[in-house]
């Protein structure tokens, strides 16, 4: 029986408030470098392949991770693991502070991206693990509410600091959060949740062969493979094509982002809860895909309109802003991106821990989850960003939009060609 009333009510529950308190601090982070990154790449006059490579980095430790990861949290305390992933995270704003290089950035990326996943990992995990009967998707979708909430104000509040204040004080503020963050896993999450699975019954392989084993999980596991590719290049190079193309300020970065980000904070939820009374999540999934590869393909729409309209002047109570066509074109762009990651994220997740479930190994199918996206994660930044140097950045986000179309027709074939077992059979979420 799925929960009623408002999904934001589950934040009166301490145990998920902690969970979502380590949600807000890594979406907080992850919003704010990524503009700090844009700022790094217009410092350094850096190419194309190195900003892909500033990805890449944060995935490929993620991709040798992610799957032993998974098999811990399902046998060992997800708690401890949360508070070693918040730890690492304040070390990386640490780091961050004394970065003078490409190179520095490099390697700072590779330990957030450690951080990064263990948090993702551990968290999605434990909340899909202690939700109510019938109501996943809706905790799911909440948690992952949060998170775009907190990306939103770090895509504000992140790119405020980073031009009024810069890096030092910017970094400051995200170690207070995660130390906040901290702080409430450890008082109020209870100790050892999850880890049902037995260490002795299965090998971490046997495991990932167990869970591709099953057919929706094959055909997800296909889908995020090809959409990694076109989601992960448009996230890092967006921003820098704001900022080295049309002098995009760090503060308009982050209102840019903010559309879509608001988009997410608003309706994820919503969306959880509509994959719980619906069902069917694998169309949600197809549906989110294709909205998506069309937000993609509106980007390189921006010199075009910078050409043809006239900047408008926002103003009011003392404040005076001008948006250029190009800023609203990005801003619309990335708004339907929000609304695509709505309608996707929570069936997607809802599918795999459901699915994982079967042989007791929900942590595990979330980490093969998060590795099938390391495949476009750190390939796919790399490849567009040499696409990008050789043939522009038009040609760029094209080939994103296209990988994203291919997702969505890879998704659809593999599931066709795979018999799905009888509903009746499967576990309930």
Avoid at 26 to 32: E, I, P
Avoid at 177 to 195: E, K, M, W
Avoid at 232 to 246: C, D, E, K, N
Wanted: charged share 15%; net charge neutral.
């Amino acid at each position: 029986m799925a929960e009623s009333g408002s999904p934001l009510a589950l934040l009166r529950n301490t145990e998920f408030a902690a969970l979502a308190g380590t949600a807000f601090a890594r979406a907080q982070a992850y919003s704010t470098i990524l503009i700090a990154l844009a700022l790094y790449a217009d410092a350094f006059g850096t190419t194309g392949v190195v900003e892909g490579l500033w990805v890449t980095g944060f995935a490929v430790v993620q991709a040798f991770i992610v799957l032993p990861l998974g098999r811990a949290v399902d046998t060992g305390n997800a708690k401890r693991w949360l508070l070693a992933g918040l730890a690492i995270n304040v070390a990386v704003f640490v780091a961050f502070v004394f970065v003078s290089s490409p190179v520095h950035v490099l390697l700072v990326r590779v330990v957030q991206g450690l951080g990064a996943s263990i948090l993702w990992i551990t968290g999605s995990t434990v909340v899909g693990e202690i939700a109510t009967k019938g109501a996943r998707g809706r905790w799911l979708g909440v948690y992952n509410q949060v998170g775009a909430t907190s990306s939103f104000l770090g895509d504000l509040v992140g790119g405020y600091l980073l031009y009024a204040y810069g890096f030092t004080e910017t970094y400051a503020f995200l170690a207070a959060i995660t130390v906040a963050a901290t702080v409430l896993v450890f008082v109020a999450l209870r100790d050892n949740p999850g880890g049902q699975a037995d260490e002795d019954e299965r090998t971490g392989v046997e495991t990932l062969v167990g869970l591709l084993d099953i057919p929706m999980v094959r055909a997800l596991v296909a889908f995020r493979t090809a959409f990694s590719v076109g989601k992960m290049s448009i996230i890092i190079f967006l921003p820098i094509y704001a900022r080295t193309q049309f002098g995009v300020g760090a503060f308009a970065i982050g209102a840019i982002h903010g559309g879509g980000k608001l988009a997410k904070a608003l309706l994820q939820g919503y969306m959880g809860d509509l994959t719980d009374r619906v069902g069917k999540k694998h169309y949600f999934v197809l549906v989110g895909a294709l909205l998506y590869g069309v937000g993609i393909a509106m980007v390189p729409l921006a010199p075009h309109a910078q050409r043809a309209f006239e900047a408008v002047t926002v103003a009011g109570v003392g404040f005076a802003y001008t948006v250029t066509p190009a800023v609203a074109t990005l801003f619309s762009a990335y708004l339907v991106l929000g609304v695509a990651d709505s309608i996707r994220l929570p069936a997607s997740m809802a599918l795999f821990v459901s699915e994982g479930e079967r042989i007791d190994s929900p942590a595990s199918a979330m980490s093969l989850r998060s590795i099938s996206w390391k495949v476009g994660q750190v390939a796919g930044p790399l490849s567009v960003g040499l696409i990008k140097d050789v043939f522009g950045p038009t040609t760029a986000f094209l080939t994103a939009a296209a990988f994203i179309a291919a997702s969505a027709g890879v998704f659809v074939v593999v599931r066709a060609r795979t018999q799905m077992p009888d509903a009746r059979a499967a576990p309930s979420d």
